[in-house]
């Protein structure tokens, strides 16, 4: 049976994703708080995930190499806002993020999107192409990062639904086996056939995400841009251009959502704050960086249309003890 994850911030989505990635961080792209869920289906040899979410997000991480992640879109395609991968849009149905060489992922998903990653160990894949004697498959592992065709958009889909269903109507077992069937027949397909390259990403792009993947694993450090211009090697002007280019936002607008998403965590999440002793709103602000209270709850309630005490009241009316 799938298990369902609520998600109820960046926080709670980088800890679901670092189940089979490294150093993940968010970044919501839209005002407002983070909610929705993550399906995980434990199959025999693959782990499947499907995530949903209300808002518009960007994400990035280090890649294991030992596990190999197949990724696809399930959500129809009718709407104007699609997955970026490696910032590649994909306007049709396609397999990502599963070449060989890839050492992160970068991905923006929109809040319409129904994103299913299929996690399998890079030695048990390995073991399936040889079996079905599918050598040519490793060309398309090495060069291509995404790739569409007829297998993709009908097969692939088909039976990714399957294993969505409820009841579903075969055994583990045998999903498994068609998956894995399905995903081989997509790599050797060449029927309307349509594949990409990994995107050779610009320099103020990686000072970008390197800038979000400090901020997020960082939170208790208010960084200044110059502190991370000299952390990163690079010039405040690639880290603007690069923030505003692949965010939307300014570094200084990053680097404040970031925390306040982690404010907004470590409100709702009464563990957390046991767990580093934070006793209130302005106990917790401080500890994430924010040191002007009236400046900090005007940012939240922008942010999240609530004051900070709103949430913390949420959290208690919910019984979870403060």
Not at 62 to 84: A, E, K
Not at 97 to 118: E, Q
Not at 190 to 218: G, M, Y
Not at 289 to 308: A, C, D, I, L, Q
Request: aromatic share 10%; charged share 20%; hydrophobic share 40%.
């Amino acid at each position: 049976m799938p298990i369902r994850l609520p998600l109820r911030s960046t926080t709670d989505l980088a800890t679901i994703f670092n189940r089979k990635l490294r150093n993940t961080a968010v970044l919501s792209l839209e005002s407002g708080n983070i909610e929705g869920y993550v399906d995980v289906l434990p199959l025999p040899n693959l782990r499947l995930f499907r995530i949903k979410l209300n808002k518009k997000i960007a994400l990035c991480a280090d890649r294991n190499s030992d596990v190999r992640v197949f990724s696809i879109d399930l959500s129809p395609f009718f709407y104007s806002d699609y997955i970026q991968a490696q910032g590649i849009s994909l306007t049709r149905p396609a397999l990502f993020g599963f070449n060989y060489n890839l050492k992160d992922m970068d991905l923006v998903l929109p809040a319409s999107s129904s994103m299913c990653a299929i996690a399998v160990s890079d030695c048990f894949f390995t073991g399936q192409l040889k079996r079905f004697n599918c050598i040519e498959a490793f060309d398309t592992l090495e060069h291509f990062n995404v790739l569409s065709n007829n297998t993709v958009s009908s097969d692939l889909v088909s039976v990714l639904r399957q294993c969505w269903s409820t009841p579903r109507p075969l055994l583990d077992s045998v999903l498994e086996n068609e998956l894995i069937a399905a995903l081989i027949q997509c790599l050797v397909d060449t029927s309307e056939r349509k594949v990409s390259r990994p995107a050779s990403r610009q320099d103020r792009h990686n000072a970008a995400l390197r800038f979000l993947s400090t901020t997020f694993l960082e939170p208790t450090n208010a960084f200044e841009v110059q502190d991370l211009s000299n952390l990163l090697h690079q010039s405040r002007t690639s880290i603007f251009s690069g923030c505003k280019e692949k965010f939307g936002m300014s570094p200084i607008q990053v680097s404040r959502s970031v925390r306040l998403h982690q404010v907004r965590h470590a409100l709702l999440d009464v563990e957390f704050s046991q767990l580093h002793n934070l006793n209130g709103v302005v106990n917790t602000a401080e500890y994430f960086g924010f040191v002007g209270r009236s400046h900090f709850t005007r940012n939240y309630k922008n942010e999240f249309m609530e004051t900070p005490r709103q949430t913390l009241a949420r959290r208690r009316n919910s019984n979870q003890i403060f």
